[in-house]
Nanobody
């Protein structure tokens, strides 16, 4: 059972930056697609970004050019660098590991963008 733990959320002003981290309990980046999702108040969970085992990255249009997904396999840690944050980025951010029908989720970390 893979365990994922997010950290790095918090309160930030519009235009600010945050870096989220997702620590995995096992070395899985070489076989799992890793992703970030978010769920804002009263909304459904939505995909934000992902990185495949081969290193290909993809982003939702809403965050393209502002967010960067990366990983450090030696540390079993994935990151989401978020720049130019806006109030609409306010959400609980979840880490996901996906391989075929196997999917694992973290508990989420709150990001609030407000002045």
């Amino acid at each position: 059972q893979v365990q994922l733990v997010e950290s790095g959320g918090g309160l930030v002003q519009p235009g600010g930056s945050l870096r989220l981290s997702c620590s995995a309990s096992e070395s899985i980046f070489h076989i799992y697609t890793m992703g970030w999702y978010r769920q804002g108040p009263g909304t459904q969970r939505e995909w934000v970004a992902s990185i495949t085992a081969g290193g290909r990255t993809d982003y939702a249009d809403s965050v393209k050019g502002r967010f960067t997904i990366s990983r450090d396999s030696a540390k079993n840690t994935m990151y989401l660098q978020m720049n130019t944050l806006q109030p609409e980025d306010t959400a609980v951010y979840f880490c996901n590991a996906q391989r075929f029908t196997n999917a694992y989720w973290g508990q989420g970390t709150q990001v609030t963008v407000s002045s």
